[in-house]
């Protein structure tokens, strides 16, 4: 059984910085994809980013050159460092797994950007 679990959440003020983390737990099937997605209130959940096994890497044109994604395969992590961060980056963020036939998603984080 594979399990996500996210950190890095919190307040910050616009124009601000923070990083998400996700660990997962259990073995990974390859070829998998990792990445971010996001919510906000009233709104579909949105890819933000997301990164191949072999290190491709695809952004939302919205996060573009303010988002990075990273990972590492020997800790099974994925991490998301978001800069300059604007009100509308406000969302639960939710830690995404794809692999051939399946999936998992992680509980979510939750980001506030103050105005």
């Known amino acids: 059984q594979v399990q996500l679990v996210e950190s890095g959440g919190g307040l910050v003020q616009a124009g601000g910085s923070l990083r998400l983390s996700c660990v997962v737990s259990?073995?990974?099937?390859?070829?998998?994809?990792m990445g971010w997605y996001r919510q906000a209130p009233g709104k579909q959940r949105e890819l933000v980013a997301d990164?191949?096994?072999?290190?491709?890497?695809n952004y939302a044109d919205s996060v573009k050159g303010r988002f990075t994604i990273s990972r590492d395969k020997a800790k099974k992590t994925v991490d998301l460092q978001m800069n300059s961060l604007k009100s509308e980056d406000t969302a639960v963020y939710y830690c995404?797994?794809?692999?051939?036939?399946?999936?998992?998603w992680g509980q979510g984080t939750k980001v506030t950007v103050s105005s």
């Open positions: 259990g073995i990974i099937s390859s070829p998998n994809t």
């Open positions: 990164m191949y096994s072999d290190g491709t890497k």
């Open positions: 995404n797994l794809k692999i051939i036939g399946g999936g998992a």
